[in-house]
């Protein structure tokens, strides 16, 4: 299933409250339960102007119905091609047949 970044656009995001976190993520959890299964959030990176979220779903309107479900913003939603760490760069042969 697709991976996709997105990016809420948030002013102040970085002074939010653990408890104004706490009711995001509550939002964001009730509207998970109303599309079912198929969505996953794996975690967000709130950041000055920014809540970063990575997310699991078979297309990008999903994604935009739990902003919609949620009452926050799903300004861009990108889905990632690829995931590269450090160990990218040790990619060999055995590695290659094994991804593909």
């Known amino acids: 299933m697709p991976r996709y ?5 948030i002013p102040n995001a970085a002074t939010l409250s653990a408890a104004d976190l706490k009711s995001i993520s509550q939002r964001s959890c009730a509207a998970l339960q109303q599309l079912g299964p198929s969505i996953q959030w794996v975690q967000s990176f ?4 920014k809540i970063t979220c990575v997310y699991i779903a078979p297309a990008p309107a999903m994604i935009r119905e739990h902003g919609r479900l949620g ?3 799903a300004d861009r939603v990108l889905e990632v ?3 590269i ?10 590695a290659a047949m094994a991804a593909g």
């Open 5 to 9: 970044i997105i990016e809420r656009e």
């Open 71 to 73: 009452g926050f913003p």
């Open 85 to 94: 760490d450090p160990t990218t760069a040790e990619w060999n042969e055995l």
């Open 81 to 83: 091609a690829a995931v």
């Open 46 to 49: 709130v950041t000055e102007d």
